[in-house]
């Protein structure tokens, strides 16, 4: 969720700050960055050698980190090629739910 220069859009909802906060998540690669403990993020520069099962727990535990998201449930993940994963998550926060569906580069 990037405005028209390519910065972070502030958001005016709770589902779009759920989204957001989902994908910073799914677009941090997990132990490269000091600044954030070992459980942010995902190991997205694994995936392409893990089977589906892996991957959605993979994205399902690093959401479920989040102290906002109590419930993450990726309903549907396509791998388009070797370099992108198509999902579909379901996100429940403490103050209320969000569907996530993108495209994230691996």
Known sequence: MLDDAGYPKKTCTYEEYLL?????????????????GEEVGVERSEWSDWEDVEIKRDIEEALKA????????????????????LLNISLSGLAGNAELEEAIST
Not at 20 to 35: C, D, H, P, S
Request: aromatic share 8%; charged share 25%; proline share 0%.
């Open 66 to 85: 989040h102290a906002e998201i109590q419930r993450a449930e990726v309903r549907s993940m396509q791998r388009s090629g070797q370099k992108v994963v």
């Open 20 to 36: 957001q906060t989902a994908l910073k998540i799914l677009n941090t690669e997990r132990f490269r960055y000091a600044v954030y």
